[in-house]
């Protein structure tokens, strides 16, 4: 074999190697920014709850109106969620604490609701609720895809031989939306 052959198969493999890292590297980025694109989705229901619920409760403050104290656990929970979401240095764990803590308030303001029959029939009440009950499902859904697509990820950059660029790139495993042990349990709903 003359040398021109042997530096032809040698510079074959180099380029073969060189579009397999780059293709690599490229499905990763790609798999990367769908894990926070997903997260940026459910962030945005997450607002349009937040932004909703002072509505809400503008209208069953008018209803029952000795019930401050579930009004400012709402008004705190929701502020919370506030903050941490306009942190750019806040955790996905964080984040899912503020909104599980306003999810904690929300049941309890639904309770309310339960005691005041007028309030129930009431169209502007029914209509926030309708429109905070869709919110929910899509944000449950948001996070299902969200998990889904950190679950996709995650295999990638931890399965061979995508692991060796992954890791040669710095790729970190992404975090899931889970709740925690506290989240877990049943909400105490108080008056």
């Known amino acids: 074999m003359s040398g021109w052959i042997i530096a032809l198969i040698v510079i074959a493999i180099i380029l073969v190697l060189t579009i397999w890292v780059i293709g690599m590297y490229n499905s990763l980025i790609?798999?990367?920014?769908?894990?926070?694109?997903?997260?940026?989705?459910?962030?945005?229901?997450?607002?349009?709850?937040?932004?909703?619920?002072p509505n809400l409760v503008e209208v069953v403050k008018g209803y029952a109106t000795h019930e401050s104290t579930v009004f400012e656990q709402v008004t705190?929970?929701?502020?919370g969620v506030v903050e941490v979401a306009n942190n750019p240095n806040s955790t996905?764990?964080?984040?899912a604490a503020?909104?599980?803590?306003?999810?904690n308030a929300m049941?309890?303001?639904?309770?309310?609701?339960?005691?005041?029959?007028?309030?129930?029939?009431?169209?502007?009440?029914?209509?926030?609720?309708?429109?905070l009950a869709s919110l929910e499902d899509k944000?449950?859904?948001?996070r299902q895809f969200y998990n889904d697509t950190v679950l996709k990820y995650n295999n990638r950059i931890m399965q061979v031989p995508t692991n060796i660029?992954?890791?040669?790139?710095?790729?970190?495993?992404?975090?899931?939306?889970?709740?925690d042990e506290a989240d877990r349990s049943v909400p105490q709903v108080k008056f």
Do not use: C
């Open 30 to 53: 790609g798999m990367r920014n769908r894990v926070g694109n997903s997260w940026a989705q459910v962030d945005v229901l997450l607002k349009q709850r937040a932004d909703l619920i």
């Open 98 to 103: 503020a909104e599980q803590a306003l999810t």
């Open 165 to 179: 660029i992954a890791g040669m790139f710095h790729f970190q495993p992404a975090q899931y939306f889970a709740a």
């Open 107 to 131: 049941v309890n303001l639904r309770a309310i609701v339960e005691a005041y029959p007028d309030l129930k029939a009431n169209q502007n009440f029914l209509d926030l609720q309708g429109r």
């Open 139 to 142: 944000i449950a859904y948001g």
């Open 92 to 95: 996905l764990e964080q984040r």
């Open 76 to 79: 705190k929970a929701r502020a």
